[in-house]
C-alpha cells in the first residue's frame, strides 16, 4: 500500500509537470509499452492503447465523469489514471479568441474583431494570421496548465481541441448568430475556414499538429429559436450547394483538413445531425476523406434527441449515434457510466448486443488519435509547442494582427462629397448608443475573461470606449460625445443634446445598430431595422442639415431604409469591432484606406419579412443571398468603396487588370463570379435552381496611385460545374462566363464549357 501511495505522489507531481492532458504515464508506469514509443507509427501506437483500455475506461473518454464536470458543455473525460493519461478537456471555444481565464495583467487571449468583419476582409493572409495568434495563445494556456470559466477557480486541464471556426452561412439576417460566421456564400466562408485551420493547426514542426481544432455546427444550423427540436427539410440541391460545399473546403486534407467537428442540433429531412451516418460517415469520413476526424456533439444534443422522440430511449440513442459515427457525448450524461451516476446508455447497449464495442473501438481510437497527432504521448522537451509561454498572451504580435484585421474589415457604404475621411482638425460630434458600449463591440464566444480580474460581474473596462478612444486621438479637433439614446429602448431624453451636438460639428458621427442582447445564440431576432428609437433619432440628427456619418455596429444585417441610407452623407459597416476601436477611428480619419467588401447581401426589410425563416429553400422568392436574391437590395454582397477610385478592366480567362485611377494608395478585393449564360440559366432551371452567379476566387491587393496590375486566377476544370438536383457536380455544355467584379465595376468574360 505504502508503496502504491508513493508511486500515485510521484505521478501527480510529473503531471503538474506537464502540459495539461500529457500522459505522464510516459514518463514511468507505461513507458516501455509501445503506444509510449514515439519511433512507432501512430496507428501501431494508437491500436495499442485502445487495446489495452477496459470497456469502461473507453466509455468515460467517450462520455466523461462527474468529477471533471461532465455535465457541462466545458466536457471534461474521465482519463485512464491506471495507464496515466489524465483528464482531457474535449471543449475549448476558438472562433474569436481562446476560451480562457486572464493568466495575468495583461495577459489575457485576443478577443478577436466579429467573424463577419473578418469575413468582410476577403484576405487570406489575415485569416491564416488569425490562427497562428491565437493558436500560439491556446497551447501558452495548455503549457502553463491554465484553465477555463469566469469564476475564481474556473474550470481547469485546458487541452488541445479548439472549436472553430463556426462556417454555417448568414442564411437569414434574423438570425441570431450570424455575428459568429464570416458571409452568405459557402466558398467564401469555406475559404475563411481554411485558411484558419492552417493558421492553427499547422507550424514549423509538421510532426505535430498545434491546436487540433473543429468546425461548427455540421450542418444546417442557422435557427435558435426552438433551435433543440428544429429539423429543415431540405432538398439534396441545396444541401450541396449551400451547406455541404464549405465544409468540403474545411475537411479535405489538402484544403483546411480539419481534426474535429461539432453535429449541431439541427438536422436534415428528419434525421438528426449527430444520428446522421450519411452526414458523418458517407459525406465527412468519406466523400470528404477525413476518416480521423473527432465528432463531437452539441451540449446537450443526446437529451435532446431523445425528448424530441429522435431515439425511443438512452439504448437507441446510444446505438444510433454510434452507428453514425459519434465520438464524445458533450454536456450530458445519458451514456455515462451507470457508477458514475450516468445514464448507462453504452453499458446497456453493449448487454443487449456485445459487437457494438467495434464501434466504441474505432470511436476511441479516433479521440487518442486526435491527442497523439498533439504530441501528448511523446516527450515535451523535443516538442517546440510545448516551449510556447505567456510571453505570446497579449504580445505585440496579437494586437497588430487584430487591428490590421479590423483595418480591413469595414466597408465604406457611402461618402457623398467625399465627408470622410474628416479632417484631424475638425470638429466631430459622436454620439449614438455605441459610444460607451464595451460587450456590445463584440462577437459571441470570445474568451471567457476578457478583462483581467473581471468576473462578467464587474464590467468590461480594459474596452476602449468610443466615447475615450475618439476624443483620445483626436487632439488637433474638437470632439463633442452625446450619446442620445440606447441600443433598445423608448427614452428620448438625450436627443436634444446630441442633436444640438450635431448642430455645432463639422460632421457627425453616428455610431449605431444592435448589440448582444439583441442578437445572440438562443435567441432569433423579429426585425431587421434599428431597434428602440434610434431610427427616428439618426433622422433627426439628418434634419440638421449637418454631414452625419451612419456607422453601423452589428453582425447580423441592419437595414436602415431608404430616408436614411439617401439623407446621411456617409455609412459605414463597421460589423463588430470588438477592442479595435482605434482601428475604427483612424480609418475614419484617413490614416488608413484598407477598406473591405460586404461579405453578406443587406434586403430592404420587407423582402427579408417576406421570407419564412424556417423555410431553407435558397431558391424560393424573393430569394436568399445574392446567388438568389431578385430584389434590389440596399447594399449587395462584394459591393464596398475606398477613398480612391478603381477601375477593372481586360479581363480574360485568368484574371483581370486593376488600376488606381486615384490619388491615394489603397487596397482593393477582385471577385470572381461563375455563372451560365442567361440561355442556358434558363434551361437549366427546368430541372433545378440555378444560382444566377457563385463566388469562385478573390484577392486583396494594394496600389499606388496610377498603378496598375493584373490579378491572376488559376481555376480547376471543377470550378465550372453547378449542384445538380441529387447534389452532384455537373458540367453543363453551353456558354458559361466569369465576371471580375471589385463591388463597383464589373467585367465579363464569355467562354464555352
Not at 648 to 675: K, M, P, Q, W
Request: hydrophobic share 35%; aromatic share 10%; proline share 5%.
Amino acid at each position: 500500500m505504502k508503496s502504491t501511495l508513493l508511486l500515485l505522489a510521484a505521478s501527480s507531481a510529473t503531471a503538474a509537470a506537464l502540459p495539461n492532458g500529457y500522459a505522464w504515464g510516459c514518463l514511468n508506469i507505461t513507458k516501455d509499452m509501445p503506444f509510449c514509443n514515439p519511433k512507432l507509427p501512430i496507428d501501431e501506437r494508437v491500436k495499442d492503447l485502445v487495446t489495452r483500455m477496459t470497456t469502461d475506461e473507453k466509455i468515460g473518454i467517450m462520455s466523461g465523469d462527474p468529477k471533471t464536470n461532465v455535465n457541462t458543455c466545458n466536457n471534461m473525460d474521465s482519463g485512464v489514471s491506471r495507464l496515466g493519461i489524465p483528464e482531457y478537456m474535449n471543449l475549448v471555444e476558438f472562433n474569436t479568441g481562446v476560451a480562457a481565464q486572464c493568466y495575468a495583467p495583461e495577459k489575457c487571449s485576443t478577443t478577436y474583431i466579429g467573424p463577419t468583419g473578418t469575413g468582410a476582409s476577403f484576405n487570406k493572409t489575415s485569416w491564416n494570421l488569425k490562427g497562428k495568434v491565437l493558436s500560439d495563445q491556446f497551447r501558452a494556456y495548455n503549457n502553463l496548465n491554465w484553465m477555463r470559466g469566469t469564476g475564481d477557480k474556473g474550470t481547469p486541464y485546458i487541452g488541445l481541441s479548439g472549436y472553430g471556426p463556426n462556417i454555417n452561412i448568414v442564411r437569414d439576417p434574423r438570425w441570431g448568430r450570424n455575428s459568429e460566421v464570416p458571409s452568405e456564400d459557402p466558398f467564401h466562408a469555406g475559404t475563411y475556414a481554411k485558411y484558419y485551420l492552417r493558421g492553427g493547426q499547422d507550424g514549423e514542426d509538421k510532426r505535430y499538429t498545434k491546436v487540433a481544432m473543429g468546425l461548427k455546427h455540421y450542418t444546417a444550423y442557422s435557427v435558435e429559436n426552438g433551435r433543440g427540436s428544429f429539423i429543415p427539410n431540405i432538398t439534396m440541391h441545396d444541401l450541396w450547394e449551400t451547406f455541404l460545399s464549405q465544409y468540403k473546403l474545411g475537411f479535405l486534407p489538402e484544403e483546411g483538413n480539419a481534426s474535429a467537428v461539432m453535429c449541431s442540433y439541427a438536422g436534415v429531412n428528419g434525421v438528426h445531425s449527430c444520428m446522421n451516418e450519411y452526414l458523418l460517415t458517407d459525406v465527412m469520413r468519406t466523400q470528404f476523406q477525413n476518416p480521423h476526424a473527432v465528432t463531437v456533439t452539441d451540449c446537450g444534443a443526446v437529451n435532446n434527441a431523445i425528448s424530441d422522440h429522435h431515439a425511443k430511449d438512452k439504448v437507441d440513442a446510444a446505438s444510433k449515434f454510434l452507428t453514425a459515427g459519434n465520438d464524445v457525448e458533450m454536456g450530458d450524461t445519458d451514456f455515462m457510466l451507470r457508477k458514475n451516476g450516468g445514464g448507462g446508455g453504452y453499458e446497456d447497449l453493449l448487454s443487449k448486443n456485445d459487437s457494438y464495442i467495434k464501434l466504441i473501438d474505432e470511436s476511441v481510437s479516433r479521440i487518442m488519435r486526435l491527442r497523439f497527432k498533439t504530441g501528448m504521448f511523446d516527450p515535451v522537451d523535443d516538442q517546440p509547442y510545448t516551449k510556447i509561454g505567456a510571453e505570446v498572451l497579449n504580445n505585440t504580435e496579437s494586437q497588430t494582427a487584430n487591428y490590421e484585421a479590423a483595418l480591413q474589415s469595414f466597408v465604406l457604404l457611402k461618402n457623398d462629397k467625399k465627408v470622410l475621411p474628416f479632417a484631424p482638425t475638425s470638429h466631430i460630434a459622436v454620439v449614438g448608443p455605441h459610444v460607451n458600449s464595451t460587450r456590445d463591440l463584440m462577437s459571441d464566444y470570445i474568451p471567457d475573461i476578457v478583462c483581467y480580474g473581471d468576473k462578467r460581474s464587474e464590467g468590461w473596462e480594459c474596452i476602449p470606449r468610443i466615447q475615450n478612444v475618439f476624443p483620445r486621438y483626436h487632439t488637433q479637433g474638437k470632439v463633442t460625445v452625446a450619446r442620445g439614446v440606447d441600443l433598445d429602448s423608448d427614452v428620448t431624453s438625450g436627443i436634444p443634446a446630441a442633436v444640438e451636438a450635431a448642430k455645432s460639428a463639422d460632421v457627425t458621427l453616428a455610431f449605431v445598430g444592435i448589440g448582444h442582447t439583441q442578437e445572440h445564440e438562443g435567441h432569433d431576432r423579429t426585425n431587421v431595422t434599428l431597434p428602440g428609437v434610434q431610427e427616428d433619432f439618426v433622422k433627426q440628427l439628418i434634419a440638421t442639415g449637418k454631414p452625419v456619418v451612419v456607422v453601423l455596429i452589428n453582425g447580423g444585417a441592419v437595414s436602415l431604409g431608404s430616408e436614411i441610407i439617401s439623407g446621411a452623407a456617409a455609412i459605414v459597416e463597421a460589423f463588430y469591432p470588438s477592442t479595435e476601436t482605434k482601428a475604427l477611428y483612424d480609418t475614419l480619419v484617413g490614416t488608413h484606406n484598407k477598406w473591405g467588401k460586404m461579405p453578406i447581401t443587406v434586403m430592404p426589410s420587407s423582402d427579408v419579412y417576406s421570407l419564412e425563416m424556417t423555410s431553407f429553400d435558397m431558391a424560393k422568392a424573393p430569394g436568399r443571398t445574392y446567388k438568389y436574391y431578385t430584389g434590389v437590395p440596399e447594399w449587395a454582397y462584394g459591393f464596398g468603396l475606398s477613398y480612391t477610385t478603381f477601375s477593372i478592366f481586360g479581363c480574360s480567362a485568368d484574371g483581370v487588370s486593376v488600376r488606381n485611377s486615384g490619388d491615394r494608395t489603397g487596397d482593393e478585393v477582385v471577385l470572381v463570379y461563375h455563372g451560365l449564360s442567361d440561355a442556358l440559366r434558363q434551361e437549366v432551371e427546368k430541372i433545378h435552381p440555378v444560382p444566377k452567379m457563385e463566388l469562385v476566387g478573390f484577392e486583396r491587393i494594394t496600389l499606388a496611385p496610377g498603378a496598375v496590375e493584373k490579378v491572376t486566377f488559376k481555376f480547376p476544370p471543377s470550378t465550372w460545374d453547378i449542384i445538380d438536383e441529387n447534389g452532384k457536380e455537373h458540367l453543363y455544355p453551353g456558354l458559361h462566363f466569369l465576371e471580375f467584379s471589385n463591388g463597383v465595376q464589373t467585367c465579363r468574360y464569355n467562354f464555352e464549357a
